[in-house]
């Protein structure tokens, strides 16, 4: 369909439990000095303005960073999520909130990689002007799953798969199951990471049904909620799904997502970290 568009909804509560993972992973990976793969599936365009009408019009970064923005007691494990913020920022001011491929760029060291995938008429031109000239970077204008497809295994064997599309149809459910099913054939070792929004819960449930029907030992799910389930229209929680998590993710999450809770959600909030097959 494209007609997604992540400028209303950038650097909400669902942005800040995504690109915290995707940080903490990230981290992880520089623990070696071999290099790695960073592959985004639905890329968008890089960055984003929080003063753009279409920011303000909804307002939902107030409800997400802007209520960590600017805090002392910031815990250390998400000290490089900030740092990948305040990179794009000139002064204490937030303005600018960066997609995934901004916060992996932030990430990488020069022996590292990114391959971003966008397909939106829109926004591909921006995410290429976003990273002109950057020779770590390689952008495409074609469909996520089937670059990614096309792209596994890497050479360096070490890295991490990013994928979330805006599922704006149900079937895009099932496609994150497709698509872990042909990847993991290729490239077993790889570190995948799955954001969700829960909408509808019962997408949710059948996806995670899909996933552990592959047979894949480890996968482990984070969920931050902002209001419990319902049935009328809006997203409620969001999470993060991750298939070869590091093995201090798990940890890591457990201390984090309750200052996340007590920051963004103190009174409806909840929380879970958990293996959907255990580890």
């Known amino acids: 369909m494209l007609s997604y568009r992540h400028s209303f909804h950038a650097g909400n509560h669902a942005d800040?439990?995504?690109?915290?993972?995707?940080?903490?992973?990230?981290?992880?990976?520089?623990?070696?000095?071999?290099p790695f793969v960073y592959h985004d599936t639905h890329s968008g365009v890089g960055r984003y303005d929080l003063t753009h009408e279409w920011s303000e019009k909804t307002g939902e970064y107030k409800q997400g960073i802007g209520r960590i923005w600017g805090n002392a007691d910031i815990p250390e494990d998400i000290a490089s999520y900030i740092e990948s913020i305040e990179t794009l920022?000139?002064?204490?001011?937030?303005?600018?909130?960066?997609?995934?491929?901004?916060?992996?760029?932030?990430?990488l060291r020069p022996q590292d990689r990114m391959v971003l995938t966008e397909l939106h008429p829109s926004d591909f031109p921006l995410l290429e002007q976003e990273f002109h000239r950057d020779r770590q970077v390689k952008i495409f204008k074609e469909d996520g799953f089937k670059r990614l497809k096309g792209s596994l295994p890497p050479a360096e064997r070490r890295g991490l798969v990013l994928i979330d599309p805006p599922y704006e149809l149900a079937r895009e459910y099932r496609d994150v199951v497709t698509a872990i099913?042909?990847?993991?054939?290729?490239?077993?070792?790889?570190?995948?990471?799955?954001?969700?929004?829960?909408?509808?819960?019962?997408?949710?449930?059948?996806?995670?049904?899909?996933?552990?029907g592959l047979g894949i030992?480890?996968?482990?799910?984070?969920?931050?909620?902002?209001?419990?389930?319902?049935?009328?229209?809006?997203?409620t929680a969001s999470g993060m799904i991750v298939i070869n998590p590091p093995w201090k993710l798990e940890q890591q999450m457990n201390a984090i997502l309750p200052y996340l809770k007590d920051k963004i959600a103190p009174a409806t909030g909840h929380f879970k970290v958990e293996w959907i097959v255990p580890e």
């Open 16 to 34: 800040v439990v995504k690109h915290i993972v995707q940080s903490l992973i990230l981290n992880s990976l520089k623990n070696k000095e071999k």
């Open 89 to 107: 920022n000139n002064s204490d001011t937030l303005r600018y909130y960066p997609g995934s491929p901004r916060v992996a760029r932030a990430h």
């Open 181 to 212: 099913a042909q990847s993991y054939k290729r490239w077993a070792t790889g570190i995948y990471a799955i954001w969700y929004p829960v909408v509808n819960r019962y997408d949710i449930d059948d996806m995670i049904e899909g996933l552990e």
């Open 217 to 235: 030992r480890k996968i482990l799910q984070i969920e931050l909620g902002v209001s419990p389930d319902t049935n009328e229209r809006g997203m």
